[in-house]
């Protein structure tokens, strides 16, 4: 232990007294690891995983062999894990772009409702508060600094969530439970933990040792403050990560264990030690669990359940656990995927393939390498009954609304300019996406390329693009950003990079990137107007990022500039209609209201 640590420890010990001392009514502490594959902790298999406070916590706690998320995606898996619920239920099926209805009810509201003392301390911007997750949290920290570079969100490391939870801890009365969750993004791209250098496989295992110890520096806290003998503790992944596997080196787009697969532990009060269960079972079945663990009423309409039975005396009965991803479809105009885990067996859908099902023995084939859906295709038949049996009982979908904060004053103003959003959007569909995972490297770096004045490199891309998926999204969109690059010279490029933009926010009006395209066309051919709208739609199909909200306010304080100099010449007509947009999107803007009063007058004058 080192000397600060040590430190922080006795500090904690002398508040726990100063308070009263004693031993703490049963807490409850949920770890979800961001990113975190199963296979990659010591009590999962990994040699030398260098995950001892994890390793120890399932050693003396009950390990779930074969657990799963509902998607590879944050928002979607967090907010299941949350509610008890499966995403076509609570609705959330993407990061970004909507708020979870008020109407769900989530762990901390349950967990407040009975007098525990609820907070979280969130590390990157999918999970903030405009998202809805704060449901029932006392204290929802959710502050994460400066972007890191190369990072695809604002984020913090978890020594800076462990930090904060441990200064709340002392707030909370010895006598007062506590619901506390954290959550650790390290082991999600880009890696930079210490000794996360080298390959990639190295960096990332560097990123779930230091997520680890941290780990390690929480439970240390909790035990100082006399919290840890009546503790039940959770640690669970919001997904996997993909590492090349399927050709998928991230996640999002699969639904191959690479990405679905996640660990699981669960210790404290009444459960067993060190025992391992090797029935699928689901994040869903998280929240249910907590619940019957600590005697709260049972939760209504949920589709997880107690697996409290795994480790007494009933046992857990056999059932299937369903995941999904969406991200294909709106991302990029490929079929959604979904999947129906029965014991070993696997059935992957794709509704809008031609190759609509796979079917994998994971008994035999973990690595899901073999295809078993023409020799057995009475099994993947009954698979997909099932599937199909289960999804018509599900409860109604909540309702969907706009994030709160400036995203939802966007959202809203789109709404009114006729604009519409919607989690399930039609879109052009057909292809499998594990048959275009090779495309989205080639996608990336042709776009970049284009960016960059790259056009040599960029075109030899598109060929490729091209070739893979003829009239495809994402070569569109590489031949859109290379007439944009042209069009710096070319006016006549400029012109069919707009085409070209407006075309693919045509065909897919839920990605982003054809939006903030369409909107540097706009703003290089001086329409600061369709600019800006063209813009604010790429916000509400989007997860409305800092760097997304900077670039909107620097698009409104151009427009305001013009505004000006429009009122200063004299052009009155034009000032007004520049003004009045700018009033609907800064009502409290002094400066704004005034000159659009004046120019109403000189023009009624």
């Not at 707030?171 to 880009?190: G, I, S, Y």
């Not at 939760?299 to 697996?307: A, E, I, K």
């Not at 505004?563 to 409290?588: I, S, V």
Request: aromatic share 6%; hydrophobic share 45%.
């Amino acid at each position: 232990m080192t000397l600060s640590r040590s430190i922080a420890l006795s500090v904690l010990a002398a508040l726990s007294v100063a308070c009263g001392g004693g031993p703490a009514a049963p807490s409850v502490l949920i770890v979800s690891l961001d990113t975190t594959r199963a296979d990659r902790l010591g009590s999962y298999g990994r040699r030398q995983a260098a995950t001892p406070v994890l390793d120890a916590l399932a050693a003396r706690g009950v390990r779930f062999e074969r657990a799963y998320s509902v998607a590879p995606i944050t928002l979607p898996a967090h907010t299941s894990l949350h509610t008890g619920l499966v995403p076509p239920v609570h609705g959330l099926r993407d990061n970004g772009a909507f708020r979870l209805d008020p109407a769900a009810h989530t762990a901390a509201e349950h967990f407040a409702a009975a007098g525990w003392r609820t907070a979280a301390f969130v590390a990157s911007f999918p999970l903030e508060s405009s998202f809805g997750l704060d449901q029932g949290f006392e204290v929802y920290d959710d502050v994460f600094g400066e972007r890191a570079p190369g990072a695809p969100y604002d984020e913090r490391p978890a020594e800076s969530v462990v930090d904060a939870a441990l200064a709340w801890l002392p707030q909370v009365e010895p006598h007062e439970p506590v619901f506390l969750w954290t959550h650790f993004f390290d082991p999600h791209r880009p890696w930079r933990a210490p000794g996360a250098s080298g390959d990639d496989d190295r960096a990332y295992q560097a990123e779930i040792a230091h997520a680890d110890a941290q780990l390690g520096r929480l439970l240390d806290g909790l035990a100082a403050a006399g919290r840890d003998e009546q503790l039940h503790v959770v640690v669970v992944a919001d997904h996997g990560e993909g590492l090349g596997e399927h050709g998928e080196a991230t996640h999002a787009v699969l639904v191959h264990d690479a990405t679905l697969r996640i660990p699981l532990l669960i210790a404290g009060p009444g459960v067993a030690r060190g025992l391992r269960v090797a029935q699928p079972v689901s994040i869903v079945d998280v929240l249910p669990t907590l619940a019957a663990l600590h005697d709260l009423p049972a939760l209504q309409g949920v589709q997880g359940r107690d697996l409290a039975p795994a480790w007494d005396q009933r046992g857990l009965p056999a059932r299937a656990v369903y995941g999904e991803s969406l991200y294909p479809e709106r991302h990029h105009g490929w079929s959604r995927l979904h999947t129906w885990i029965d014991a070993d067996t696997k059935l992957v859908v794709a509704p809008s393939s031609e190759r609509r099902w796979q079917l994998f023995d994971l008994g035999d084939d973990p690595a899901e390498l073999h295809d078993l859906v023409d020799t057995r295709n009475d099994d993947a038949r009954r698979l997909a009954r099932e599937l199909d049996a289960w999804t018509a009982r599900l409860p109604a979908p909540l309702s969907l609304s706009a994030p709160e904060g400036e995203a939802a004053d966007i959202a809203e103003r789109l709404a009114a300019l006729g604009y519409v959003g919607s989690e399930d959007a039609p879109q052009e569909l057909g292809r499998h996406p594990e048959e275009m995972t090779g495309l989205l490297l080639l996608y990336h770096t042709g776009r970049s390329a284009a960016r960059n004045g790259q056009l040599a490199r960029a075109e030899q891309i598109l060929q490729q693009l091209d070739a893979l998926e003829a009239d495809g999204l994402s070569a569109l969109e590489v031949r859109a950003e290379m007439a944009l690059a042209r069009g710096a010279s070319d006016p006549a490029q400029l012109a069919l990079a707009g085409e070209l933009f407006l075309q693919a926010t045509q065909r897919s009006p839920t990605r982003k990137s054809f939006w903030r395209g369409l909107s540097k066309v706009q703003l290089a051919l001086g329409d600061r107007v369709a600019a800006l709208e063209s813009f604010e739609q790429a916000l509400l199909v989007a997860t409305p990022t800092q760097e997304l909200l900077d670039e909107h306010e620097a698009q409104l304080a151009d427009l305001k500039r013009a505004a000006f100099a429009h009122e200063d010449a004299g052009e009155h007509a034009d000032a007004q209609r520049l003004l009045q947009l700018l009033a609907e999107r800064l009502p409290d803007d002094r400066g704004v209201q005034s000159a659009l009063a004046r120019v109403r007058a000189k023009l009624e004058g």
